[in-house]
């Protein structure tokens, strides 16, 4: 199958049915290519916060919950498009609001209608200690037409007990948001590491530019890019495919099931399998005084 992950750039809305033309016309393109999975960033969503006004999209608390209200026609929208097209879209995440404090939620899109939902788990500084954004719902692995899909969003990525517990997945997606080039490669690295350990696809997407109007996503650094592990029958680098840093469009790369079976089954190393026998070996090591 085809994957598109999106390099997206923000924009300062002025209107509803301007949101639905880019939407649209980004996951049309990638129809056009012949891609069944379309992979949106982290936060952005956040540009629905400025259809509430400048104001708004620059207050900080404002605007996860304008973006929280948005959400409901933003995901009914991102529904009729992958009927339309018969794809699966990971919509770009945003805040949603809870009975405590907003979540960061990402949602997945099957063309029959279904909806998956899934919260970032581990949050960033800036969105512990300014932002007031939480971890959301557990990690959970959608079975779907074109395979078992787990996200980890952008943090998330950089941890590896949340990468095991989506080991059943065929492909992990992504979704991202940094600021500087070092934070794309966190992301990134996390990302590579993740495919590596559990002999999976993983698909990141990046926001990209600037958005003046917004203190939270306001410089943004990335690109697409498609992982997988560095053994049989994928590319020696783990690389399957990846944009130009900071231009925005689609990366696309074939994933095929079938690979990611073989490797699992008689790959040069079974990472995966032996996963286990780190257990009894994983204690914090002692430390041995050496002259």
Known sequence: MKIATAAYPLDYLTSWAQY????????????????QLAVFPEYGAMELATLDGRD???????????????LVDADALHQKLAAEYGMHILAASGSAATATRPVNRARLFAP???VGMQDKQIMTRFERDIWGVVGGGPLLIFDTEIGKIGILICYDSEFPLLG?????CDMILVPSCTEALSGYWRVRIGAMA????????????????????????????????????????????????????????????????D?????????????????????????????????
Not at 164 to 168: D, E, K, T, W, Y
Not at 266 to 280: M, P, S
């Open 20 to 35: 639905e033309d880019k939407i649209a016309k980004w996951v049309r393109g990638a129809a056009a290519e012949g891609a």
């Open 56 to 70: 708004v999209a620059a207050d900080l608390e404002n605007s996860l919950f304008s973006v929280s209200d948005r």
């Open 112 to 114: 029959k209608g279904d």
């Open 164 to 168: 095991r517990a989506l080991s059943q």
């Open 194 to 257: 993740r495919a590596l350990e559990n002999q999976c696809v993983t698909i990141m997407s990046s926001l990209v530019g600037e958005a003046s109007w917004s203190e939270a996503v306001d410089v943004t650094t990335g690109t697409g890019g498609v992982f997988g592990p560095p053994d049989v029958g994928f590319p020696p680098t783990g690389v399957m495919a990846q944009g130009e840093i900071n231009s925005p469009g689609w990366t696309y790369a074939e994933v095929d099931l």
């Open 259 to 291: 690979k990611i079976a073989q490797v699992r089954a008689d790959g040069r190393v079974l990472g995966r399998l032996h996963w286990e026998e780190q257990d009894g070996r994983d204690n914090v090591a002692p430390i041995v005084p050496l002259h």
